[in-house]
């Protein structure tokens, strides 16, 4: 007997991340637009993320460090089985530092600590139409896209604010990419949105039950869709993180008991690690990590 | 002098062998309100759909004086350029209102989504602006927070109207607008319409069955039969004195009560 079939490096057979590499390059020359392409099955369920894994699978080398968060956090099932993966399928280190990564794929946050040039930012994308909801049919997006014709877009926003006084869409809320393009920056939420804004980092975006992948290269206009009357705005959160004792971060609120009590901790649990390491202690904390 | 709005010259459509209207040739007026009256099947909404550029027809133009006074062939703009047109200078009344109307967002939105269209990214004007067309087509104020499925057949056809015409149009297309409202509404519709295109100075083709809404709504009127305009004039004309046998028919078939 022979050795056992092997895996290809990174799962994907080179032909299909040969297509793929080409639908991310059409889709970095032309910000913001859905390029389709021919995704693959994965071995996960739609949902868990097969059009960010793809991406990363098309354009990870043996030299790339990885890290995965899934709302945030390096610690959650998605995060570490697609950790797990690459590390199986690619032996490529993987870490948890935002820092010491060059490719980050994730589900709903881009991390606190600011991207530098040379690192890609993979996003897993469930619904890549931001007019999917307005108008179901695909055809008509497309050429509502290719006309620019973004009125719809703002009859969402302004039933928002008829319904809520404000404009209460916190994820997911559209952008402009360059002046051209209407974009939904996949499920993060709205504060993350001036992140991507002139980002040094290049960011794609893998959606493989619609088949679409769209890109935003570094430096390039990210502007959030509002009123003139109601500019655009991010979430503020009343209290700091009860770990670390962040402000100016995405808080996720953690129920403690059955009797009311909670907390809000930093949703970047690397950057609430580092700060805690370095010192900082919120309300809740202990000061421990610290002292280790 | 006045130019013509919109000129049409030997317009034809075949669906395959089969014909849909054949070699219809008019002009429509600023202000002026044609009726296209006939039977079922006659071609009534093919011409329509035709003039309205939802459809290509086989063969003819359709010439249309822009804003900037240039003539136009309708079917020789780029996709843009027709888009944009029938959403700003152009209205299109359907007889169901679900087809003319987003059914899931309120009626203010209905009413604003040209306006943001065109490019108004302020919030209090498309309010305001939406409100004051919900009073026009008599909607009260505190149903603008309201989805039009929970509107009846009567109102879902006003706010339809007010929705066409927030951005001021020249010309308004309508396909049997009081079909299937009953004969009280009807008659508000028609009083409001008629208001309406006096006041706007609309020009407007309105298709229709019913030659009480010719009658009410409209100067002039072509009666077809067989997808071919077989009589045209005043409407007055055309209902007191039919020349055509066919229209002798039309008219005299309306019941009296």
Redesign the interface.
Known sequence: MTALPQYNFAYLDEQTKRMIRRAILKAIAIPGYQVPFSSREMPMPYGWGTGGVQVTASIIGPDDVLKVIDQGADDTTNAVSIRAFFAKVAQVQTTTHTAEASIIQTRHRIPEKPLTEGQVLVYQVPIPEPLRF?EPRETETR?MHA?E?Y??M???L??D???HGRIATTYAYPVKVEGRYVMDPSPTPKFDNPKMHMSPALQLFGAGREHRIYAVPPYTEVVSL?????PFEIQHFAEPCALCGATEVYLDEVILDDRGGHMFVCSDTDNCEERRQAGHVGSLGTGREAAE | MIEPLLRVEGLTKYYGTRLGCADVSFELWPGEVLAIVGESGSGKTTLLNSLSATLEPSSGRTLYRMRDEQWRNIYELSEAERRFLVRTDWGFVHQNPADGLRMNVSAGANVGERLMAVGDRHYGHIRETALDWLGRVEIAADRIDDQPRSFSGGMRQRLQIARNLVTGPRLVFMDEPTGGLDVSVQARLLDLLRGLVGELGLAAIVVTHDLAVARLLSHRMMVMKDGRVIEAGLTDRVLDDPREPYTQLLVSSILQV
């Not at chain 1, 509002?226 to 109601?230: A, L, Q, V």
């Open positions: 307005l050429k006309l014709e009125g719809l703002h009859v969402k302004y039933e604010i008829a319904r509002d009123f003139e009357d109601h």
